[in-house]
């Protein structure tokens, strides 16, 4: 461990340097960043330091992050780590970390939590949902219970409805159409911490 | 100090702002701590330039006043007087003086907005020079403020050729910046840009708001501001804790959520009406229990002083018997449970509480209330219906985006979720096979006519045979000589009409190859009309009763009145009778409150008993069995039980009639209903988890449970008939429950308005029930109907009308990535801002919208601004 001595002097120490900034950037409160600095800590005690003064550039893998209990259940999880992350395999710094948990947070508003959503179902990262994004979705969704043809059906039907420019592929404008006026999307897109 | 707003602001307030201007420079760390470090900063090098500057900044300031601000100065004499009486007033401030030389420096020029500009200039020289002695960083943002500085100044010099007085352009313009600070500020958080770059951003913008945040000094009202922005946020946290909470106490979401994802939405609609009975039925238990059952226990008579509160003699010896308990007979019929019990006191107790009047009010509340909360539900769930339209544009794409909750943190969770996913995706591919299907439409037609015929036949005939059951029921009540078969025939027949006719029906309905859904209401319209005629039959036979009692009554009276006759012609004081002794009459009320009670409470085994035997053993055996047995059990013939939804909500629709008709003459009842319909959550739910499977199409319930309601609605109605009808027409029996002793139950009311209220309200409400008022109100009413119904289908029309309108631009893809626009929008932002007012002088005119184009600092002019940068960057 990095940190010697008291953590939570450390953390004080943290708290003054940093997050008044990631405070302004997020949806959270100085009391919530640090909890999340903890959270953050807790993954891999022996990879975060706990003085942030001068920036210190680590980041946690992706096995680490997903294994945390809000996102152990989510079939997306990888998903989700690896669309917040820079380098797009899921090794996330903890600014990253703070990022994604803010945008899955109840506060953040629709247009970010669509871009998001976007990036996420998109799994081969080419700015279009197409069927084969759709077929991982539903398949990840429904632990691969629906037949072959039901799936094809399915992920044709969700196309047709919501391609406006009929190329057979969601842009992210039918997308955050779609999305915009889903009814449960705020309240199902949306991680407490 | 002063508030400065865009829009009043004017030549004589930009000197002001001025002044502010340069005070906010300094005083921006001490006033607002928590505004990090970069205003730390920014404070400091204020400080730095200030000390160096401040002298002969101001002799340089007058120096370019001079040729260049004189012709608006001399507009402005008022404005530069005030700039002088700031000036001395911080001379006074002796010791601060150094502290605040950048802010002097400025205000030293700062009779015309155009002095500032110059300062402002003086200023950026002035970084230039210093930049070597200063930090690196300092000389780099000094560079960038000098850019921006000068290209205000460009613009500015530009409006002085063109119009008079664009004078205090360059004030509007900072302030426009700093406003656009502010909110990318406030907006950051919303950018969905990578964590580095925005701190990066939110660092140079706080900057240089630090700076310049003077400009827009709210002065004492900040404090009042943040105050507000404070309390306003606690409000919307106590508001969504509030709903949290409210969420909360709703019961059994997690039972049902349960059911959802195993058997699909229309087995939870079940569930979810179940628990709405609930709700309904908890009010009107509190309204019965707290208005008229707990005063009559604890302020009325005790048990055993009157005759009405008595056991009979006769029926003493037996009255404790289990089956005659069993029976709702012997103690049970003496108690508070049924109408006889009540006492036709005025009012009871030290509270003067008036029973009959409050027993009679409740149960016409009951029904009020109950039609209010149906009503109030059907309305509210035909809003949730009217926006189905809508949602089935994107069915499928909804759910496959947001169905998925990302709360869910618990495994069991997570699997019932996948279930419920997979269910309700299942309902909607068998919804839309349904609309992909096209075959013989005339072989179908021909098919469900004759369905529809075949029903209506066995209806007709089932009705016929109800009608035949009792006409021989009613030959059969003159003789004695009755077999146990004769006795029963009518429950018996009745009983075996609903066995074998819903199953009937179901096949039947097979011919007709609807979807699930339209089956199922199909279904429950024709075991309802079923229902019905068993209802109506039980209510005939039940007046034919009420009719003898009432005969008997009078026989009764006249022995009454002969026998105090006799009394007052011998003139003998009656013996002291015990309250048992005393000859009654039949209280119909009573028996009648039994019936239902009984009715309700063999209504509650019987299901009970059909969910233990055909669901729980069935399914037992069939699991059990199936070890040793020649054929597959669970595929095969008996396999495990479906849950039988019409069979269910009709039951619950026809226990709450029986509730409703019942109440007002076994105030218990509603007790025993609660009861029952809790239990019933539990032990359904449990018994539809362990021993029924799904359905083979599991179909999606429609939205809104109106259909349920409708029914409920009809039931309500039929059972308000016959009570109404009684309360109007029926005399109370004459020595039991709360209106003995009146000609009509309603006289009740009449007493209290001429005992207990003004006289002159008793008149009015003699004129109000005059036939006269009553038929014009009535009218009025229709007229007011037939006024909101055209009302309503003529916004219904507009609403179309708008939504097709909605959905033609749609079709055409107008939207464009963000992003791709952003260029086209600031370059006409810089034409329109660029170009001079052409107002000539003269307070701003236009809204502050448009933005300056006022590059910020390190901002180069390639990089756009605002949400509109491109793709989501990844």
Known sequence: ?193 | MIILQPSNYNDAKCNVFCVFLGHHVDDGPQRRPNRRQGAGRGGAKGRGRGKKAASEDEDEDDEDEAPRGRRVANKKKPTKKRGGDEEDDSEDEAPKRKKKGAANRKRGGKAQESDEEDSDVGKGRKGKKGGGKKGGKEAEDTKDLNKWKSNQWLSYEKSLFLGESSGDLFGFLLLEEVEEKKKLIATIRNKPWRMKRRLLDLKEAQEFVDKFEGALGKGKGRKWFAYKVMMKKKWIKFQRDFENFRTACIPWERKIKDVESHFGSSVASYFIFLRWMYGMNLVLFGFTFGLVVIPEVLMGLPYGSIPRKTVPRAEQDTAQDYSVLMDFNGYCKYSVLFYGYYNDQRTIGLLKFRLPLSYLMVGIGTFGYSLMVVIRTMAKNADVGGGDGDESEFTFAWKMFTSWDYLIGNSETADNKYASITTSFKESIVDEQENQKDENIHLRRFLRVLANFFITCSLGGSGYLIYFVVKRSQEFANRTDLSWYEKNELEIIMSLLGLVCPPLFETIAELEDYHPRIALKWQLGRIFALFLGNLYTFLFALFDEVNTKVQQKEIITRYYANYTLLLNGTGATPPPMSPADVIRGPCWETAVGIEFVKLTVSDIQVSYLTILIGDFARAVIVRFLNYCWCWDLEAGFPSYGEFDISGNVLGLVFNQGMIWMGAFYAPGLVGINVLRLLSSMYYQCWAVMATNVPHERVFKASKSNNFYMGLLLLILFLSLLPVVYTIMTLPPSFDCGPFSGKAKMFDVIMETIDLDLPAFLGTLFSYAANPGLIIPAVLLMVLAIYYLNSVSEAYQNANMELKKKMQMPESKPTKTKPGTASKGVNLERDVALASPNPNGRGPVSRPPGPRGPAPMPGDGPGRGRGRGRGAPPR
């Open chain 1, 1 to 193: 461990m990095r940190g010697r001595g008291r953590p939570w002097d450390k953390l004080l120490h943290y708290s003054l340097c940093n997050v008044t900034g990631q405070q302004d950037c997020t949806f959270f409160t100085r009391k919530e960043i640090l909890r999340l600095h903890a959270r953050y800590h807790e993954l891999a005690p022996h990879l975060v330091p706990m003085d942030y003064t001068n920036d210190p550039d680590c980041k946690l893998p992706l096995a680490l992050i997903v294994n945390m209990p809000e996102l152990k259940e989510n079939p997306f999880c990888s998903r989700i780590v690896e669309s917040f992350s820079e380098d797009g395999m899921g090794n996330l710094s903890f600014n990253e970390f703070v990022d994604m948990f803010s945008v899955l947070s109840e506060m953040a508003p629709r247009e970010l939590k669509a871009i998001y959503a976007f990036k996420i179902y998109d799994y081969n990262v080419d700015n279009f949902l197409c069927k084969e994004d759709l077929e991982k979705t539903l398949n990840k969704l429904t632990k691969e219970e629906l037949t072959p043809e039901e799936v094809q059906l399915v992920c044709e039907k969700a196309i047709e409805e919501a391609d406006l420019d009929g190329d057979h592929k969601l842009s992210f404008a039918d997308f955050e159409n779609m999305i915009t006026r889903a009814p449960d999307f705020l309240s199902t897109f949306h991680i407490r911490i």
